[in-house]
């Protein structure tokens, strides 16, 4: 079955550069979630899309900004990047209805910032 | 901020041995979920259990809540050395889901 979808897997940037990571939900999945994992740290909810609407807001910076397209798909940017930026980025989809159904994680996207 | 909190934060067992690893949280939840981690991957789901249920199988997973004492266990029976990785518990909606810090499990074949 299809899984969700993260490019790049690997990234490197400098310091004030910009970078845009893309997440391919499972079909038919009208919600995507963005979750960003520092290093030994647990992940934390950065932004969600429902039928290309922001939906909710967690801890994502000014800095950052994200998008859901037409065809579901999903793009996080990352402006003025910081060392402290260096994380892996994960997407997750799922369908909002009906409730508790399980959500999907994509591999997510290591960015390095150096 | 952390909702689930897991306990112990590193396990270290030996193959065929149990592991039991154990999550507390802090507000009302409708639901309760356990996550693994392999080493740089991506998070699988392992298991759901609602607000309403106490004790929820899967395989080799016994999960376990407690709403009165805000807490939850996962019991992994019989592991193996491809058990090895971090196992998360998540509380929230999906739209807001919190991630506690993770317990680190290794089995040793």
């Known amino acids: 079955a299809a899984g969700v979808i993260q490019s790049p897997r690997h990234l490197i940037k400098e310091k004030r550069e910009t970078a845009t990571l893309k997440c391919y939900p499972i079909?038919?999945?009208?919600?995507v979630y963005w979750y960003q994992q520092g290093p030994g740290q647990d992940p934390q909810f950065l932004i969600s899309?429902?039928?290309?609407?922001?939906?909710d807001k967690g801890s994502i910076p000014d800095r950052f900004s994200a998008q859901q397209f037409s065809d579901y798909h999903s793009e996080l940017n990352m402006s003025s990047l910081e060392l402290g930026d260096s994380a892996l980025y994960f997407c997750?989809?799922?369908?909002?209805?009906?409730?508790?159904?399980?959500?999907?994680f994509g591999e997510g996207s290591w960015l390095t910032v150096v | 901020s952390q909702q689930g909190e897991e306990d112990p934060q590193a396990l270290s067992i030996q193959e065929g041995e149990n592991a039991t690893m154990n999550c507390s949280y802090k507000?009302?939840?409708?639901?309760l979920q356990w996550y693994r981690q392999n080493s740089g991957r991506g998070l699988v789901h392992l298991i759901l259990?609602?607000?309403?249920?106490r004790e929820k199988h899967s395989g080799r997973l016994r999960v376990t809540l407690d709403t009165s004492k805000k807490s939850s266990s996962l019991l992994i029976t019989a592991s193996r050395a491809a058990d090895t990785a971090s196992y998360f518990c998540?509380?929230?909606?999906?739209?807001?889901?919190?991630f506690g810090a993770g317990t680190r499990l290794t089995v040793k074949p």
């Open positions: 997750a989809s799922s369908l909002r209805r009906p409730s508790g159904n399980t959500i999907y």
């Open positions: 079909p038919r999945h009208d919600t």
């Open positions: 899309f429902y039928e290309k609407m922001q939906s």
């Open positions: 507000t009302s939840i409708n639901n």
């Open positions: 259990i609602r607000s309403n249920e």
């Open positions: 998540a509380t929230g909606s999906f739209n807001d889901m919190r």
